[in-house]
């Protein structure tokens, strides 16, 4: 009765790659990442927590077994679960690989679909013979309640038991509006906020609605990430400004946190306390504004998380961050391993410390 | 290519939503009059019981409340109800985990009580809170970074201190909710998180009548009472600075 499930998300063995910014790579156990933050690091996780984004059920019209994943909210209606951009599958399960998947039949605007206790409509296509606009019918608490009751969190191939909604919540999960896992988060648990908060490292959050990560389908992976609403509170945005008056490093836990901050940051590296929606891509090209260190997955080349450690580390230094974390068998999923990057020195960091400095003067 | 964001609106100057309050129990005796009584005051309000048709006409009688059907003594129930307590509230400043079971019913000497039956008074009293307040622990916590407090009532007994005979399914799992409360409320202080274990008092409710069926309902609390006492010590655990507080009674 009493026996929870297996840890999941903390596997207690779990590692920590550490790159600072002068390219020194140590590796240590993730349990141990808050000993790397410095007294005064602002560390800011999103706490959304994941949706349970998986459907199951049949295309009205041809009567075909069908399954949805949620993927993503139009933009200005975070949370509210009356329409929400969906991937549409054939038959089969998260046993197959998604690139082995039948597709669905042919979608057009109007089509009904029958989800369980749910009831949708499929209001206009977006771009792609998938991905729809889904409009849910009913008032909103009965829509939750049959995402409650009838979804399931997205499954992943490597994991071979079916994740209930426990194991996609990170400690810190809040509102419900993440299609998959903001998957860094599960480096936290309430002790290491404990331990932050001894040596004087400020603890904060926003919300970022983080979207499917993966679709199986080469010109829809192309599309991603989908734009990403977020929430940043003004609890958050003092605190930033803050860490940013007394030269303290804004630690991110997941590239959704780094996304969200980047969209959000004015050009001086101050965020406004806003929603928004975070578009476009990070990658090699990007200037950093506000996110001096990021805490993620160790995640594989060609993905577009890993694109975005090229806005942290030149060419050279991925490469050799990627041939060590293959070297020492690094996991890189979901419920994989860790890496802690520093931003190199590079002209925006420049440009702040040459503001302080005229701060100073 | 660089990220770039459209500004919808400033946090700053949204409006602040209402006090959201999450109560279990909340189809009968003082579950209900908690809804009723944070109602008045102008919460937001999702209530959980196991009842569809009693969940549905409280939720139609009382407007701005949020009815969700579950269990909180299965483990499957409770992230499935922390996902629509802040999916339809969109967070949560007020937890009240007032379900409770006697366990055995008759009450009966603890060498006469079943071991199933001591566990489902542990499973509604002690894990369903337990389990609950972790799954809306972020929710919790990111109301009390963001100023507007945040409040976790456990609703406890006198059975929980006094060896009462007969009572011991119940008051052992009252006793066990208690103590983790205390912890819970040291634990939780760096958090701006507080957690609170209070005794109602003798209440003429449905559970008292099944506990002792021949007391005297003139001579026991009425539920409203007890509810409108509990709401102003939760008001007053809220920091000032909430900026939607609860309105005085």
Not at chain 1, 24 to 45: E, H, K, N, P, Y
Not at chain 2, 154 to 181: E, F, M, R, V
Request: aromatic fraction near 4%; charged fraction near 20%.
């Amino acid at each position: 009765m009493i026996a929870e499930s297996r840890p999941v998300q903390r596997p207690p063995e779990a590692r920590l790659l550490a790159i600072d910014a002068a390219g020194r790579m140590r590796q240590l156990r993730r349990a141990d990442f808050v000993t790397m933050l410095r007294s005064g690091d602002l560390v800011i996780a999103n706490d959304a927590a994941t949706l349970p984004a998986s459907l199951h059920g049949t295309h009205v019209g041809t009567n075909t077994a069908i399954e949805v994943r949620l993927a993503g909210w139009p933009s200005s209606t975070l949370g509210d679960p009356r329409r929400i951009h969906t991937i549409v599958f054939g038959a089969g399960d998260y046993r197959q690989r998604t690139e082995d998947r039948l597709p669905p039949p042919v979608l057009h605007p109007g089509d009904r679909l029958a989800l369980g206790p749910l009831s949708a409509r499929i209001e206009t296509l977006l771009g792609h013979p998938r991905l729809v606009a889904l409009g849910f019918e009913g008032p909103r608490d009965a829509i939750w309640a049959g995402l409650a009751s009838h979804g399931k969190p997205i499954q992943y191939t490597h994991v071979p038991t079916p994740l209930a909604l426990w194991d996609v919540w990170t400690p810190i999960a809040g509102p419900p509006v993440a299609f998959e896992a903001p998957s860094a988060g599960f480096a936290l648990d309430w002790q290491s906020i404990v331990a932050m908060r001894a040596r004087d490292i400020v603890f904060a959050a926003l919300t970022h609605a983080a979207g499917i990560s993966s679709t199986g389908d080469p010109e829809l992976d192309n599309l991603l990430p989908f734009d990403e609403p977020y929430s940043i509170p003004a609890a958050t945005a003092v605190a930033i400004r803050a860490a940013r008056d007394r030269g303290s490093r804004i630690v991110a836990i997941g590239t959704t946190v780094v996304r969200a901050l980047e969209a959000a940051g004015a050009p001086d590296g101050i965020v406004r306390a806003e929603n928004g929606v975070a578009t476009g891509r990070i990658s090699a090209g990007t200037r950093l504004r506000v996110v001096d260190a990021l805490l993620t997955g160790a995640h594989e080349p060609g993905t577009s998380h890993h694109a975005l450690l090229g806005a942290f580390l030149d060419e050279a230094m991925l490469r050799r961050a990627d041939a060590e974390l293959a070297e020492n068998q690094y996991r890189t999923h979901e419920f994989g391993d860790s890496v802690l990057i520093e931003r190199g020195i590079g002209s925006s960091q420049l440009a702040h410390a040459l503001c302080r400095a005229e701060k100073i003067a | 290519m660089g990220e770039s964001s459209n500004r919808q609106q400033e946090g700053l100057s949204s409006p602040e939503p209402a006090l959201r309050v999450a109560i279990t129990g909340g189809t009968a005796g003082l579950g209900l009059a908690l809804v009723r009584e944070f109602h008045r005051r102008g919460a937001a309000i999702a209530f959980v019981a196991r009842g569809r048709d009693r969940v549905e006409r409280v939720a139609r009688e009382i407007p701005r409340t949020h009815g969700i059907i579950g269990d909180l003594a299965r483990k499957e129930d409770i992230h499935p109800i922390a996902l629509q307590i802040t999916g339809n509230l969109g967070g949560l400043d007020v937890l009240v985990n007032n379900a409770s079971s006697l366990g055995r019913v008759p009450l009966a000497l603890l060498a006469d009580t079943e071991c199933e039956q001591l566990e489902r008074a542990l499973a509604t009293n002690l894990m369903g809170p337990f389990r609950l307040t972790r799954a809306l622990l972020g929710a919790l916590s990111a109301s009390a970074r963001q100023g507007r407090g945040a409040v976790i009532l456990n609703i406890t007994s006198d059975a929980a201190i006094n060896p009462y005979p007969q009572w011991g399914a119940y008051g052992a799992s009252k006793a066990a909710l208690l103590h983790l409360s205390r912890i819970w409320d040291a634990e939780l202080a760096g958090e701006g998180v507080r957690v609170l274990a209070l005794d109602p008092g003798d209440m003429d409710t449905a559970l008292h009548a099944i506990a002792l069926p021949d007391s005297d309902p003139a001579s026991l609390k009425r539920p409203e009472t007890a509810a409108r006492e509990l709401a102003d010590v939760i008001a007053a655990a809220l920091p000032n600075s909430n900026p939607c507080g609860v309105r005085p009674a």
